[in-house]
Structure formats: C-alpha cells, structure tokens
C-alpha cells in the first residue's frame, strides 16, 4: 500500500492549501479505518493535526480547530485537508497516514505512512 500526499507549497500567511492524501495499494483495498494527518516542524516531533474515521468522525488538534478541514472519499481511499487562514506556526512537513487498512474483509490490518509534503507559510 503507498500513500501519495500532494497540495503542500508556499503561501502567505491567513492564506489557504488544501492537501490530499491517496491511498493505493497491489490490489483493492477493501477498508482504511482511520486515516489521518500529522506534522513535524523543524526541531519539534510529530503531532497529530486531525484524523477522520471511515464513518466520517473527525478529530482536531487544538490549535488548527475551526481553521482546517478534513473529509475523506472512501470510495477514492483519498482525504483532503483544507487549510485556512494559514499561519507561520503551521510550517511543517504534513504526513499522512492510513491506520488498519485491511485488503479484504478478513485480513489484518497494517497501518501506514506517505512520503510528507512540505507547508511553508510566509510572507
């Protein structure tokens, strides 16, 4: 299974991104269970931005709430983040990532991470 990020780039800031995640694999894939963005700033660690559940539940970090929006095509195995009102603190390398996905219904499932794509916000 690979992940391809893409949407990352250079904005000023109170600008918007909107990054998309795909998730592909040898075969069909039959389910994701959640899949998520992460972000890691230079110098810092990995944190969780926001997650979306298969049945569309989502979940945000604190400080991107009521500014970033995550949705998910399940049929296209593809997440989008809208990003708005960008601020420097958001620079980062954005990660995806698709936890317990399962190529039929009664295989395991294996969680697994794309290659980043970079967000630089400034003026």
């Known amino acids: 299974v690979q992940l391809q990020a893409s949407g990352g780039g250079l904005v000023q800031p109170g600008g918007s991104l909107r990054l998309s995640c795909a998730a592909s694999?040898?075969?069909?894939?039959?389910?994701?269970?959640?899949m998520a963005w992460y972000r890691q700033a230079p110098g810092k660690q990995r944190e969780l931005v926001a997650s979306i559940t298969s049945g569309g539940s989502t979940n945000y970090a604190a400080d991107v709430k009521g500014r970033f929006t995550l949705s998910r095509d399940n049929a296209k195995n593809t997440m989008y983040l809208q990003m708005n009102s960008l601020k420097h603190e958001d620079t980062a390398v954005y990660y995806c990532?698709?936890?317990?996905?399962?190529?039929?219904?009664?295989?395991?499932?294996?969680?697994?991470w794309g290659q980043g794509t970079q967000v630089t916000v400034s003026s």
């Open positions: 694999g040898g075969g069909s894939i039959f389910s994701i269970n959640v």
């Open positions: 990532k698709a936890e317990r996905v399962r190529m039929t219904m009664l295989s395991h499932g294996y969680d697994y």
